[in-house]
C-alpha cells in the first residue's frame, strides 16, 4: 500500500507505515528529513490528512488500503476510535435541496439503501455552493452531486458538494471539457505539463479534459502515466454509472427512490484519537525524531500550542522519561481561573455533543480542573430523580487522563442533590474544552447516599453494535464497578 500524510501526526503515522511494510509517497520535506528512507511520487492508494480541530485523522482512497488503514489508525491505543465514511470525496449521489442559505444550499443526500428494498435507507447532510452549479437552485429541487470534501462526525461541518463530476485527483485530475489545464503557478512547469497528453500518447474519454495538479511538476513520467490511467479508469466509471442511473433521482416521502450512492470512486474512514492514543504515538514519533512528553497532546489543542511544541523542541533536547508539563500547558495557553470552558461529549457513534460553557473556578499543576455551571429550572437529572431547579450549582471536577469524572449538583443553599459520575476516555482538557468519550455506563449517588450503576445495557448494545470495541467496553465496566464500590 501507498499512503500520502499529513498534519500533526504525520511523523508518528509515517513510522506507523514504515515498520508494517507500507510505503509513504510524496512525503512533505520535514519527514523527508527525519526518515532514512526511500519516499517516492506515485499516486497514493489512500491519503491520511489530520482533522482540521486536529482530533484525529481522515483516510480516503482505495477500499482495500482503507480497510488496512483502519486496522493500523486504530491500533494507536485504547481510546482510538474509527467510523466509516458515508460521503467519502468523489462519491456521486441524488439528493433533494431542503434548504436555500447565504452562500449555498443544504442538501439531503440518500448515502445507504434498505435491506427490504421499500426505497427507506440512511441519509446524511451536505453543503452545495451556489458557484459550483449552473442553474439556480429552490427548496425542493432535485440534484444530482459529488463530494468535494467530506467532513468528520464529531464536527459540525457538512460534505461539501458539488453540482459537476470529477475523476481522479492528486497528480492529475479529469473533469468535464476540452483541452487541458495546468493548476501550477510555475510558466515553465506548465507549458511542459500542457503538453503531456500528446507525449504520453494518451486521450481523456470523451467529454473531458486534464487537470494537472502541482505535485505533478516534481513527478516523474512514469507516475503520470499511472495517475493519468487512474483518472481516465476513474472518469469511465462514472460515465457508466451515471449513464445507468439516468435522471437525477427522484424523493418518495422522505426517502430517495433510487439505491443510492451512484458511484463510490473511494472509501474513507474517521478516526479520533483520544489522550492515550496520542502518548502512544508520542513513542513512535520518538523513535525518529526528538519528542517531549504530550507531545500530540499539546499540538491537539491550539495552533498557538502546536507551535510552542515545535519550538520547545527545536530550543532543547526534551526528556523522554519526564512527566506531561500539564500546569506550564494550561499557565501558557490556558484554560485559567475564570475562563469559560466547554464540556465536549463524544458519542461512540461518532457525535459530538456539547453540554454547555462552565466556569473555571480551579486548576492545579496536577492535572486538576474544576467546573461549575448554574442550572435553569424545570425537568429532572438523569439517573437521580431528582427535580432540578433554577439556581443549582453543577460542580463538575476534571482530572486530566482520567477515566471518569464527578458532576455535584447543589441547591441554592449548598445542600447536595447528587452525584452523577461519568464513565469516559481518558479526560483531555484543551485551552477550550475538556473533551472525552461517554462509554454509556455510568454510576449516580443520590441525596439519600444511596449508590447505583447505571446504563449498562447501552453499553452492551453499543458494543453489539460495534461502536465501542469488546476491550474498551470491558475497561469501562471495570472503572464502573471500582466507582461503585468507591462510593
Known sequence: MKARVRGIYATALTEVLLDAGHEVVDASPPIRRRFDAEFGSDPPDARIATTEDRQGVGAHGDPEAVAALRDLLTGAGLDALAW???????????GEVTETLGGGAAVRLRVGGSESGDGAGETAEGYLPYGSVDDRVETGDSVRVQ???SAAPWTDRRPELDGSLRAGGGLVALEPGSGTRVDVRNDEAARELSGMLDLLGLEPPDGWRAVW?????????????????????AAEGLDDAVDAAGGAGVLDGS????????ATPNAGVWVWFGRESRFALDDRR????????????????????????????????PDPD????????????????????????????????????????????????TVEREMTGGGTYDGLDVPREAGDVAETSLKEGRWWYPTTYRGRDGAVRGTYVNVCTPVEVFPNAARYVDLHVDVVKRPD???????????????????????????????????????
Open 84 to 94: 466509516a465514511d458515508p460521503t467519502p470525496p468523489g462519491t456521486v449521489l441524488d
Open 147 to 149: 463530494v468535494r470534501e
Open 213 to 233: 495538479k502541482p505535485p505533478a511538476v516534481d513527478a516523474d513520467t512514469e507516475a503520470l502515466e499511472a495517475g493519468l490511467d487512474r483518472a481516465v479508469a
Open 255 to 262: 426517502d430517495l427512490v433510487r439505491e443510492a450512492p451512484l
Open 286 to 317: 520518538r523513535e525518529v525524531a526528538a519528542t517531549m512528553p504530550g507531545h500530540h497532546r499539546v499540538k491537539a489543542g491550539s495552533a498557538d500550542a502546536s507551535a510552542g511544541v515545535d519550538l520547545a523542541e527545536a530550543l532543547c533536547e
Open 322 to 369: 519526564a512527566a506531561f508539563p500539564f500546569g506550564v500547558v494550561t499557565d501558557a495557553f490556558g484554560p485559567a481561573e475564570g475562563d469559560a470552558l466547554r464540556l465536549e461529549h463524544g458519542k461512540p457513534d461518532g457525535r459530538l455533543i456539547t453540554l454547555g460553557e462552565a466556569t473555571v473556578t480551579a486548576v492545579d499543576a496536577d492535572g486538576s480542573v
Open 449 to 487: 447516599g444511596s449508590v447505583e450503576r447505571v446504563d449498562d445495557d447501552e453499553l452492551r448494545e453499543a458494543e453489539a453494535a460495534g461502536e465501542v470495541p469488546e476491550p474498551l467496553a470491558e475497561k469501562a465496566r471495570s472503572v464502573a464497578s471500582a466507582l461503585e464500590n468507591a462510593l
